[in-house]
């Protein structure tokens, strides 16, 4: 990560206690979160150039998480992506690392694969990460 890069995590989920406690696990490891409820409320507050990564549940109400990966592509925001979700099968999997995921992780997250993910999302190397 560049010494300009922020350290700023976007978070969607509409789970507010899922939202609401990975914004505090992330808090506690020294991350600025910004966390929305929803596609639309991230589109509206996402900060241009502003953001190290972006933590999306895969099932969103609306617009799904993989719908948000080419709506990010269109408008050339660019944000590493780590998937989470409490359902999940391989199709899908392969799909969002297909759209470019560099996480796929399944809920309850795990604390130190989510900051490895993290990490290796910030720093834009490494294998893609999964959880089953």
Known sequence: MSENASNTIYLVDDDDAVRDSLKLLLESHGMEVRDFDGVAAFLQGYEKGKGACLILDLHLPIVGGLDLIKIIEHQKI??????????????????????????????????????NAIRAAMQGGGEPATTQ
Not at 79 to 108: C, H, M, N, Q, S
């Open 78 to 115: 660019a944000l590493p992506v780590i998937f989470i979700t409490g359902r999940t099968d391989a199709e899908v999997r392969a799909r969002a690392f297909e759209a470019g995921a560099k996480a796929f992780l399944e809920k309850p997250v795990d604390e130190v694969v989510l900051m």
